[in-house]
């Protein structure tokens, strides 16, 4: 009778072990798949299309830049209607476009062709300054042309230059951050270039 007495409290006390076992088990694994789920709305909160006033489903910036860079031109792309942002150059065409993954750089990209270009609620340039010499100097000035696509038609075009050949351009504050992503994506994408390219390739590539 004893040994029946301490069968039934040592399988009492396996029960009550396993139940709270199971008890925190489900615990943390509510609590794990409520910071997942977190961060899965995050992530699809990054890649949800974004959507201007004018419904432009598309914007392109073209980045010429004749000496500063491996390329002449660079195209920097962000699709409104999937939420993602990419970056190519148009006559390599056996490379494929390299996806721009970090949020900040999309959200900056954003904000800016949102207030410079469609609203141009800031201005671009808030102020020129004469250069001390009075020679003038022409030479290729890096450009920015922003362009529009709604179904597949281009609905806004806008080109600024990026420098002057009389004056010091003083730039928006704004401006500057959004030329410092473009020259940050344009590096990355030199770099990921040469996973492709061999190294005795030579680069440049120029329009005439």
């Not at 910071?35 to 995050?42: A, D, I, L, T, Y």
């Not at 959200?107 to 141009?120: G, N």
Request: hydrophobic share 35%; proline share 3%.
């Amino acid at each position: 009778m004893r040994t029946n007495k301490n069968n039934k409290e040592r399988l009492v006390l396996i029960i009550c072990i396993y139940f709270i076992i199971s008890t925190i088990s489900s615990y943390c694994w509510s609590d794990n798949a409520i910071n997942n789920g977190e961060s899965v709305r995050n992530e699809l909160r990054v890649k949800q299309p974004c959507q201007f006033e004018n419904d432009i489903d598309s914007i392109t910036v073209l980045y010429w830049n004749a000496w500063g860079c491996n390329y002449d031109q660079y195209t920097i792309s962000y699709s409104l209607t999937t939420g993602y942002m990419v970056v190519y150059v148009e006559y390599l065409k056996s490379i494929p476009a390299y996806p721009i993954i970090c949020s900040e750089q999309s959200r900056l990209f954003l904000s800016s062709i949102d207030a410079f270009y469609l609203k141009k609620s800031i201005p671009i340039v808030e102020k020129k300054i004469k250069h001390c010499t009075n020679e003038h100097v022409e030479y290729d000035i890096p450009t920015f042309h922003i362009e529009g696509y709604k179904n597949g038609k281009r609905v806004l075009f806008s080109s600024t230059l990026l420098e002057d050949g009389d004056y010091e351009l003083v730039f928006n504050p704004m401006f500057e951050k959004f030329k410092s992503m473009v020259s940050s994506v344009v590096d990355e994408y030199d770099r990921y270039v040469k996973k492709f390219r061999n190294k005795d390739d030579t680069y440049r590539c120029r329009y005439y």
